[in-house]
């Protein structure tokens, strides 16, 4: 059964930094497109950030954009989330997903709670 497995979440203090991992396992995540979304309490799911298998890179959610990074290392078959200057309008659940034509998988989220 393929799968995705996120990392890296936690509490952090406003203005900390974390990153979150995402693993890829029984498929090969080089010819899908990656992404990253999160789901506060009470909000719907949303998209942070995305990358290409051609590397190419989007950050949809204005107020990330400058703090949070998206990348991918097809060796390790992992994609990241490098998340700095965290706010807490930042906490929620972020979720991993792979996307290639019509298959799609997710992961099952990590918490990220950003509170002092």
């Known amino acids: 059964q393929v799968q995705l497995v996120e990392s890296g979440g936690g509490l952090v203090q406003p203005g900390g930094s974390l990153r979150l991992s995402c693993v890829a396992s029984?498929?090969?995540?080089?010819?899908?497109?990656m992404s990253w979304y999160r789901q506060a309490p009470g909000r719907e799911r949303e998209l942070v950030a995305s990358i290409t298998n051609a590397g190419g890179n989007i950050i949809n959610v204005d107020s990330v954009k400058g703090r949070f990074t998206i990348s991918r290392d097809n060796a390790k078959n992992t994609v990241y989330l490098q998340m700095n200057s965290l706010k807490p309008e930042d906490t929620a659940v972020y979720y991993c997903?792979?996307?290639?034509?019509?298959?799609?998988?997710w992961g099952q989220g990590t918490q990220v709670t950003v509170s002092s």
């Open positions: 029984r498929f090969i995540i080089s010819s899908y497109t």
């Open positions: 997903n792979a996307v290639k034509r019509e298959t799609s998988v």
